[in-house]
Nanobody, 122 residues
Framework: EVQLQASGGGLVQTGGSLRLSCAASGFTFEDYAIGWFRQAPGKEREGVSSITINYGDKFYADSVKGRFTISSDNSKNTVYLQMNSLKPEDTAVYYC???????????????WGQGTEVTVSS
């Protein structure tokens, strides 16, 4: 059974940092792409960043380029999203997702974890 466990959200002030973690199990980690998505209140879910575990290709939404960094620790089957210089508009529930075929930032991934909430205060 594919399981994705997102964690690391919290309350932070503008300009602060958080690191989200997505712990994966139930599939061959290296064969998948892992994506981070977010949904703010009243808005549609949007892609934030993704990584192909095997090749290390990384994708970022324009709104987070230069501030967020995605990485993976294959020994722990975990993907991280380091978020720096956070802004109030980054406030959202963040989800991680996995797919063996899809890459990039479209939210058509097959498997989804529960969300972790990020709140950036002004």
């Amino acid at each position: 059974e594919v399981q994705l466990q997102a964690s690391g959200g919290g309350l932070v002030q503008t300009g602060g940092s958080l690191r989200l973690s997505c712990a994966a199990s139930g599939f061959t980690f290296e064969d998948y792409a892992i994506g981070w998505f977010r949904q703010a209140p009243g808005k549609e879910r949007e892609g934030v960043s993704s990584i192909t575990i095997n090749y290390g290709d990384k994708f970022y939404a324009d709104s987070v380029k230069g501030r967020f960094t995605i990485s993976s620790d294959n020994s722990k089957n975990t993907v991280y999203l380091q978020m720096n210089s956070l802004k109030p508009e980054d406030t959202a529930v963040y989800y991680c997702a996995a797919d063996p075929l899809r890459v990039g930032l479209l939210d058509e991934y097959d498997y989804w974890g529960q969300g972790t909430e990020v709140t950036v205060s002004s």
